[in-house]
Every structure is written in C-alpha cells, then in structure tokens.
C-alpha cells in the first residue's frame, strides 16, 4: 500500500503539470471559451456563472471541514461526548435555504438565456436562411431565398442574423460551431431544429459535427467564413453565374461523364453530392485537407495537391466517406484536380 502511495504522490505533480502544458493547446476559432459572438458571449456567461457558484460552494465548504476538523478535534486526555447537533431547526434551514438561493441564482439567467437563444429567426426578413443538411462526412447548405446551394464553407455577411434550419440526410450528426454559438442535433426525418447566431467580425471560424456519426465523425469539418456584405452579395452572385467545363477535350469528357452525374459545378451536373462552384477558393479540400502553399502538417498541402489526393483515393482521407474511388487515368486524374483548383470565385475587397 505504501508503495502504492509513494508512486501516486509522485504521479501527481507530473499530471498537475500536464494539465498545465495542455490547456495552453488548441485555437481560437475552437473553443468555448473564446467566445467571438453574441450567443457565444452569452452562453460562455452562463458557463462562468455556473463555475464561479461552484467554486463559492467548494471553498465555503472546505473552509468550514478545515474549521471543525481543527476547531473540534479532541484533545488529549478529553473523553467528553460532543455535543450533538442532529435535528437542528436551524442548521437544517440553513442548508436548505442556502442551496435554493444559489439555484436561484443560477437559475434565472440560465431560463432567460434558453428562451432567448431559442428564438425562431426562420421568419425574420432581416436575417439570412441557410438549410443545413449534414451527411457521412459533409456539411450541404442551402440559401432558399437566395436559390444557392455550397457544401463544406458557409459564408455569411458579417453582423448579419443567420437563421439555421438544420436536418440529416442519413445518421443523427450534430452542428457545432465552437466559437460563435453551441451545438444543434441534426436528425434523420422530418424533424428539424432551429437556431440561430451571427458574426460580428470578418474571419474565417472552425466548425465541427459534435456527434458521433461513423469511423470519420473526427474528420467532418466545415468552415464558417464572414465577410462584409458587399463581399456576400458578390459571392452569391459569382456562385449562380456559368461555369466553363476544362477546355481539354479529354478533360472535359471525363469530368462531365464521371464527376457531374454526382456533383455540380454552375448550372450543370447532379445536386446529390457537393456543389464544387468555387471551390478553388475555399480554405480546404474536404473539410479536412488543408489549403495552404506553405504546409506544415500531413492535413496539408496545395489545393491541388488536396484536390489531387482527395479524388485519387477518397476513403485514405475518409474512412467510410460515400465519396467512390473514380476510375481515372493518371492524366484525367491531373487534369481535373488542376481545373477544380482554378475553379475559383473572386468575391472578396
């Protein structure tokens, strides 16, 4: 036993500095607790309220153990029987009361909070509808009075309420955007859930399925990318304008036969699989792959190179993604990723 304790006494300083380094871990687009807009600074309040109750209680409560641990201890020699305090009126008032009222406290906000972030924004006419519809393993969202659909970045004007419709074309995921607002179900069905947040600044926000969906619930991430309403108005213009297919004949055929019967690229091909108008310019291939000309990890790489590895070998990326292994030559396979990498939308001052 002593072996036992010697060996956890010097575990735990180790621990206490592990939790240390970690905490300094992570990014600021993904985290609660940096909140960067009004539902997530209204949430992140009820969450240091919470706290800040709990912490009163264990330090009120360890406070008053430390007092009658010393104060009441017997003495050498003392033999006397304590007096005993069960059935106490008042001590059983006391820590009776002293719960309701810290529950009060807590409780009030908290139910203004949950009725106020409840509201239905799928009627107001000064906020953006977006229908978000998630799949294994990718996020589709449509703007019904604006008649586009994108997949994987959704782009909103800055400030701007956006209302949120969200439902699931297979298994129950969950949307989550960690810094401007908590998550929301997304079922299978009919039912669908509704809530809402905004922006207040320009930047580009992490977003993640909270819910585990499959073997890729890990690698189903989304952009959420806000930009100034001139910018907005110029992207939803630019995304519903033609497209011209690859200018190489052989390119042209491949990708017409074997990439538009699932997913669409202006006005032509299939609606079943993500819309791939622009995305040269969105910040990754997949959710998950990265685009940058200066990479430092394995997620990342060149559009081209994203796009490239992404369609040679989908289910190396994702495991169990719906997206098939297209039977392409290794010219087809260059073609096309280098015109899906030039596919671009320039939208942005």
Not at 160 to 170: G, P
Not at 175 to 201: C, E, H, Q, R
Request: proline share 7%.
């Amino acid at each position: 036993m002593m072996n036992r304790w010697q060996f956890f006494r010097k575990l735990a300083p180790l621990l206490a500095l592990m939790v240390l380094v970690l905490s300094a871990c992570g990014r600021s687009d993904l985290s609660t607790l940096r909140p960067q807009g009004p539902v997530a600074e209204e949430q992140f309040g009820l969450m240091k309220l919470a706290i800040s109750i709990m912490l009163i209680v264990i330090v009120v409560v360890f406070a008053i153990s430390f007092y009658v641990i010393i104060r009441f201890r017997r003495r050498p020699g003392d033999k006397t029987i304590p007096k005993q305090v069960e059935g106490s009126h008042k001590l059983e008032i006391i820590w009776t009361v002293i719960p309701i009222v810290l529950l009060i406290i807590l409780g009030v906000p908290t139910i203004q909070s949950v009725f106020n972030l409840s509201k239905d924004h799928t009627k107001d006419p000064d906020a953006v509808k977006v229908v978000v519809t998630s799949h294994q393993y990718w996020w589709e969202f449509e703007y019904p009075e604006l008649g586009i659909k994108t997949a994987q970045e959704l782009v909103i004007p800055k400030g701007k309420t956006i209302s949120i419709e969200a439902k699931s074309a297979d298994v129950l995921h969950s949307f989550w955007i960690p810094s401007l607002a908590g998550k929301i179900d997304t079922n299978p069905g009919a039912n669908v859930n509704v809530m809402y947040f905004s922006a207040p600044k320009e930047g580009v926000y992490l977003g993640k399925c909270a819910e585990l969906c499959g073997p890729s619930h890990g690698l189903m991430d989304f952009k959420v990318k806000s930009v100034d309403e001139a910018s907005f108005d110029r992207w939803t213009a630019a995304l519903q304008a033609p497209v011209a297919l690859p200018s190489d004949p052989a390119i042209k055929e491949a990708f017409v036969s074997k990439c538009l019967t699932c997913h669409a690229v202006g006005d032509q091909g299939g609606p079943a699989f993500p819309n791939l108008t622009g995305i040269g310019s969105r910040q990754s291939v997949a959710g998950i792959l990265v685009n940058t000309d200066d990479p430092k990890y394995s997620n990342e790489g060149s559009t081209y190179d994203n796009l490239h590895r992404w369609i040679e070998d989908p289910s190396a990326v994702k495991p169990g993604s719906n997206m098939p292994k297209v039977d392409l030559t290794q010219q087809e396979l260059d073609g096309i990723s280098k015109y899906l990498s030039e596919l671009t939308l320039d939208y942005e001052q």
